[in-house]
T-cell receptor, first 114, second 108 residues
Framework: KAGVTQTPRYLIKTRGQQVTLSCSPISGHRSVSWYQQTPGQGLQFLFEYFSETQRNKGNFPGRFSGRQFSNSRSEMNVSTLELGDSALYLC?????????????FGSGTRLTVV | GQNIDQPTEMTATEGAIVQINCTYQTSGFNGLFWYQQHAGEAPTFLSYNVLDGLEEKGRFSSFLSRSKGYSYLLLKELQMKDSASYLCAVRDWRQLTFGSGTQLTVLP
């Protein structure tokens, strides 16, 4: 079966712009989580959605937002981009809302802010 | 919040056994995961422990002691392709938090 699909794979944006990233989970998975990965900070939790509801949110500024659609696809938006937002953004899908079945990651979107 | 510690780097020889330790502090423990991540790739799921004890899966085993806030990942019969970052992640009632990862280098 198809894995977790993230688009686009690479993005280059200018400071001050906004960006939208997309994540399509494994078919049947209802939970989608987003993470930011940087060399200095590692993998940091952004937010988690389950059945279109944001369940949890990490310690990121309000410029980072997301949503989940009825088909479980999720989008993440970052407004007013800063240089420090350059990172690999990963999404992960899970069958349930507690992760008991493990989280499957997509290949990520590499965002570069110049 | 959560605090997860694991060694930054480890080196081992092909064919050997290596143990990667992870200690954590959390409230509302709801499971511990190990992931493998090769450079430039997505993390891939290795193991999940929610009860104390050892879970074995081929060349990989993971152990958990909830009372000690301790887990380890054991890799046997190391192969060159095992060179990667190994991430320990703990789930509480709220989120999955990752450690900084242990970069394992397997030498011939």
């Amino acid at each position: 079966k198809a894995g977790v699909t993230q688009t686009p794979r690479y993005l280059i944006k200018t400071r001050g712009q906004q960006v939208t990233l997309s994540c399509s989970p494994i078919s049947g998975h209802r939970s989608v989580s987003w993470y930011q990965q940087t060399p200095g900070q590692g993998l940091q939790f952004l937010f988690e959605y389950f059945s279109e509801t944001q369940r949890n949110k990490g310690n990121f500024p309000g410029r980072f937002s997301g949503r989940q659609f009825s088909n479980s696809r999720s989008e993440m938006n970052v407004s007013t981009l800063e240089l420090g937002d350059s990172a690999l953004y990963l999404c992960a899908s899970s069958l349930g809302d507690t992760g008991d079945y493990g989280y499957t990651f997509g290949s990520g979107t590499r965002l570069t802010v110049v | 919040g959560q605090n997860i510690d694991q060694p930054t780097e480890m080196t081992a020889t092909e064919g050997a056994i290596v143990q990667i330790n992870c200690t954590y502090q959390t409230s509302g423990f709801n499971g511990l995961f190990w992931y493998q991540q090769h450079a430039g790739e997505a993390p891939t799921f290795l193991s999940y422990n929610v009860l104390d004890g050892l879970e074995e899966k081929g060349r990989f085993s993971s152990f958990l002691s909830r009372s000690k806030g301790y887990s380890y990942l054991l890799l046997k019969e190391l192969q060159m392709k095992d060179s990667a970052s190994y991430l320990c992640a703990v789930r509480d009632w709220r989120q999955l938090t990752f450690g900084s990862g242990t970069q394992l280098t397997v030498l011939p």
